[in-house]
């Protein structure tokens, strides 16, 4: 497989505005952990029979609480 050069000129005059745009849809990117957090948190959901995303959710809501306590 091999690097293809790319073109000098591209013909966008077919191309349409907008095409893939969806107003108010959300998009779930993802997230990587560093192998040391990773298995902190999934420690965690195996001892509550859990899945990682909501032990990192649970964990990000109180680290949200205390920041919210600290700006007071």
């Known amino acids: 497989m091999g690097i293809?050069?790319?073109?000098d000129e591209y013909d966008f005059s077919k191309a349409e505005r907008g095409?893939?745009?969806?107003?108010?849809?959300?998009l779930n990117l993802p997230v990587y952990l560093d192998?040391?957090?990773r298995r902190f948190v999934q420690n965690i959901a195996?001892?509550?029979?859990?899945d990682v995303s909501t032990?990192?959710?649970d964990l990000l809501r109180v680290?949200?609480?205390l920041a919210d306590t600290l700006k007071s």
Do not use: C, I, L, W
């Open 4 to 7: 293809e050069a790319m073109e």
């Open 46 to 50: 195996n001892g509550k029979d859990s």
């Open 19 to 26: 095409k893939f745009h969806r107003p108010g849809v959300t």
């Open 63 to 65: 680290d949200m609480k």
């Open 35 to 37: 192998d040391e957090v």
């Open 55 to 57: 032990v990192v959710n």
